[in-house]
């Protein structure tokens, strides 16, 4: 169901059906064993809203889109989020909230029972990120996010961050090569990190961690199997999803109690 909404929506905003299809499954894949069905959600850098709209066919009560790129510097994107929580609405799912302020301005008093940060985290100061996990300044100002995002969860809330690993063969073939990453071009793979330094900043900031999923890319999807996700995670685009849980022992700083994202995964496989 959740799945075939989410195809019909995209199709009605002009999508070819075969990709609608694909962005449907694989949003199915990225999210699944999350649980939106009556919850409050919260999309931080929203980008298209196919995340949002995603979590508003899986059930979700309310779908807040924080893009602040669409305000002004690129009117495009505020479009499709409007464009596309008209078509959401129409379909009978919740309209999406959309606020373009930045995510420092965000009110501290607005809670989410999840929170989604996919292909975000780095960009809240890509300048940084190289710099982790060994800078100081680096350090604290993303203790600082996570701490910022924690706040904003209720209590049990969940945070999804989703990102690409540096430790990509293929994206060291490719800058031999001097060519881009044919899975990723407009990627620059070192202003990422790998999971184990968001996995620190994160508990540093006050959240427990409660898994790690290697995913498949979009365009490898449709291949499946473990061979496909076992080269994926390793070789090609080393895409992995982060869930953190604020929880009452982690409200107000570091966690000890929780589970090695590295050692007790969410799920072992794709």
């Not at 994206?171 to 881009?180: S, V």
């Not at 959240?207 to 070789?235: D, T």
């Amino acid at each position: 169901m959740t799945r075939q909404l989410v195809t019909d929506v995209l199709i009605d905003d002009g999508m070819d059906p075969a990709e609608a299809r694909g962005w449907a499954r694989w949003l199915t894949h990225v999210y699944r064993g999350v649980d939106f069905h009556g919850k409050t959600v919260l999309d931080v850098g929203a980008g298209n809203g196919v995340h949002a709209l995603h979590a508003a066919a899986a059930g979700a009560a309310m779908v807040v889109c924080l893009e602040p790129g669409a305000a002004g510097g690129n009117p495009a994107a505020l479009q499709t989020l409007q464009r596309r929580s008209r078509l959401a609405a129409a379909h009978g799912l919740p309209s999406f909230g959309i606020e373009t302020i930045p995510f420092d301005d965000f009110p501290s008093t607005r809670q989410f029972d999840v929170i989604l940060c996919f292909a975000v985290i780095n960009h809240f100061a890509e300048d940084l990120v190289p710099r982790l996990p060994t800078d100081s300044v680096a350090t604290a100002y993303y203790t600082g996010i996570f701490g910022k995002l924690s706040r904003h969860l209720t209590n049990r809330g969940l945070l999804v961050v989703s990102d690409v690993s540096p430790r990509n063969a293929l994206r060291l073939l490719a800058e031999f090569l001097g060519i881009p990453h044919p899975l990723a071009p407009t990627i620059n793979l070192r202003s990422h990190q790998p999971p184990e330094v968001w996995v620190d900043l994160a508990r540093a900031g006050g959240l427990a961690v409660r898994g790690l999923r290697w995913i498949i890319h979009r365009r490898l999807l449709p291949f499946g199997g473990r061979l496909v996700w076992l080269i994926g995670r390793g070789l090609l685009t080393s895409h992995f999803t982060l869930f953190f849980e604020r929880t009452p022992t982690t409200s107000g700083g570091p966690d000890r109690a929780d589970g090695d994202a590295r050692t007790n995964p969410l799920e072992r496989g794709h």
